[in-house]
């Protein structure tokens, strides 16, 4: 399986863009309100320089995965150990998205459906998608969506002018000041990008050069959409309403009206959020099944695809009945210890340790 950097662009476009549009603005505006535009700018170039280092190391690896490079560098005890930590990451933003997805049908479309039918849907197609296809199928089907999806969420933006106000920002900073807008970023930046897939879709790319380019511009073009979509949330909205709404960036589409011709454009958003929500969990459940087959020696990564889909159909019912687990967005063992841990930690370890080994063998090609 191979993927051109034209590909690899939209998966990571794709993937984080989804994840922007869930959970970040809604969890900053909660904290720094009207400021919580500049905690998204901070969270979100905090999540470009971690996408540039596990870039690094993608690049000084560019024949493994995640778990061959840390088998290489942490040794093979300690480096599955520390692989653990992003399957489970992986395996908790499928099963998120996977919730939010279903609650979002449910709320907008399917208000009679039992969410079971919705999910199990949601996931066989998704598992069959991935079973038949791989990456190759995930990656085809996001180079055909990515243009429309991504030019449709920037057109959104703009097409309410009349209801904004841009002094609903303001003052700038003197409400927040800096501790409220730093908590505002520390408690959304996990749930705006995740650019610990790098460090499984590099692998497969043809040409590496290409690759490169295309994560820093997928990460970069998801990151300046964000930004975009928190300041036209506040101006259309306001601070106190958006940090109630349950889908801050579908509720946009609910103010449009142009001439009082052009309404209700939700119906053309749904479908494509959809099939961006789609791409999404394919490349999660791809990348964790096919990184769960190198980890164990078991080949047979689509029979573990199966698995992993079942354990997470198990663990969205068993949450959605557990209030301890379905409250993990602000459990504070994550938010404080297990995502700086994945994003803060480990990048910095294994650049650390490859540079020192580097090091370490070049006086002997001299």
């Not at 970023?185 to 690759?211: C, G, Q, T």
């Not at 490169?212 to 309403?241: D, E, H, K, Q, Y």
């Amino acid at each position: 399986m191979k993927i051109s950097g034209y590909q690899l662009f939209w998966l990571i476009n794709i993937s984080s863009m989804i994840m922007y549009s869930y959970l970040p603005i809604q969890l900053a505006a909660e904290v720094s309100a009207q400021d919580c535009w500049i905690s998204e700018l901070l969270g979100s170039s905090a999540m470009m320089a971690i996408t540039w280092l596990m870039l690094r190391l993608c690049i000084r690896h560019p024949n493994k995965t995640l778990v061959g490079f840390m088998k290489e560098l942490l040794g093979t005890v300690l480096g599955k150990l520390l692989a653990t930590a992003y399957f489970a990451l992986w395996f908790m933003q499928l099963s998120l998205i996977a919730k939010g997805t279903i609650e979002f049908q449910n709320l907008v479309m399917l208000h009679n459906t039992p969410m079971i039918v919705i999910l199990l849907l949601l996931l066989f197609t998704v598992t069959y998608a991935v079973w038949k296809g791989g990456l190759t199928a995930v990656s085809r089907c996001a180079e055909v969506i990515g243009p429309i999806f991504m030019f449709t969420l920037f057109a959104q933006l703009f097409l309410n002018p009349q209801d904004m106000e841009l002094g609903r920002i303001l003052p700038v900073y003197a409400d927040s000041g800096w501790y409220r807008i730093l908590k505002g970023a520390w408690h959304s930046v996990y749930y705006m990008m995740d650019p610990s897939i790098v460090l499984m879709l590099f692998f497969f790319a043809e040409n590496k050069r290409a690759a490169s380019r295309a994560v820093i511009w997928g990460t970069a073009v998801s990151m300046l959409w964000g930004v975009l979509a928190t300041l036209v949330l506040l101006f259309v909205t306001g601070p106190n309403m958006a940090a109630e709404m349950i889908a801050p960036i579908y509720s946009l589409t609910k103010f449009v009206s142009i001439l009082n011709f052009i309404q209700n454009i939700d119906a053309i958003y749904i479908p494509l959020w959809l099939l961006g929500a789609f791409v999404k969990l394919a490349v999660g459940l791809f990348i964790l099944s096919y990184g769960l087959s190198e980890w164990s020696g078991f080949k047979n990564w689509k029979l573990i695809a199966g698995l992993m889909t079942c354990a997470a159909v198990g663990y969205i019912l068993y949450s959605g009945h557990h209030a301890r687990l379905a409250y993990t967005l602000k459990n504070p063992y994550l938010v404080n210890y297990f995502y700086p841990f994945v994003y803060l930690v480990v990048p910095p370890l294994l650049w650390a340790i490859g540079s020192m080994r580097k090091g370490r063998r070049a006086p002997g090609i001299r």
